[in-house]
């Protein structure tokens, strides 16, 4: 890779574009050389309508950071239970001054687009750089990704959504 990368917003619009192109409505856009490097850094691009199962990540140094670029975006978070906790849930919105957040492992959370979405991501992956294996663990109270009860659990999710308050006093 380039020691020095810069990203613009037609970067942003081909990524959308191409997620837009694909059945999980997603596309990514990775900064790092490759899986082995401990910090993932990347930016992902959500299409509204994309489903991403709840889940967390299991390592002790894997938090994950979010800071929006484009369009709203809804993070929600959930006990070991699958209860939705509201006040642990947040709406991403360059409107609404709340562009960016951290979530530390062993949180079950989810992504929902309200609105075409572009995020910089950023994930610690300290032992041994990138495993698919250990990367994540699914919620085992959620349906999978391209199920079809995934498609009724998404219209859950985005009515659970709505009741984050868009704006943190």
């Known amino acids: 890779m380039q020691s020095v990368q810069t990203f613009d917003t037609t970067l942003l619009d081909d990524l959308l574009a191409r997620a837009h192109q694909v059945p999980r409505l997603r596309a990514i856009h990775c900064f790092h050389d490759g899986d082995w490097e401990h910090c993932h850094r990347m930016l992902n691009a959500l299409a509204v309508g994309t489903y991403v199962c709840p889940h967390r ?35 991403l919105s360059l409107s609404n001054g709340d562009i960016g957040l951290q979530i530390k492992p062993g949180i079950y959370h989810t992504l929902i687009a309200l609105e075409d979405s572009v995020i910089y991501e950023v994930k610690g992956h300290p ?3 990138f495993v698919m294996e250990r990367d994540k663990d699914f919620a085992p109270w959620a349906p999978a990704e391209g199920s079809e ?15 984050i308050p868009t704006a943190r006093s």
């Open 57 to 91: 990540h299991g390592d002790q140094h894997q938090t994950e950071a979010f800071l929006l670029l484009r369009g709203k975006l809804a993070i929600l978070v959930f006990d070991d239970a699958g209860n939705f906790d509201l006040s642990r849930s947040h709406v």
């Open 149 to 163: 009860a995934a498609k009724s659990y998404l219209h859950k999710l985005e009515s659970l959504a709505s009741q």
């Open 127 to 129: 032992t041994g750089g």
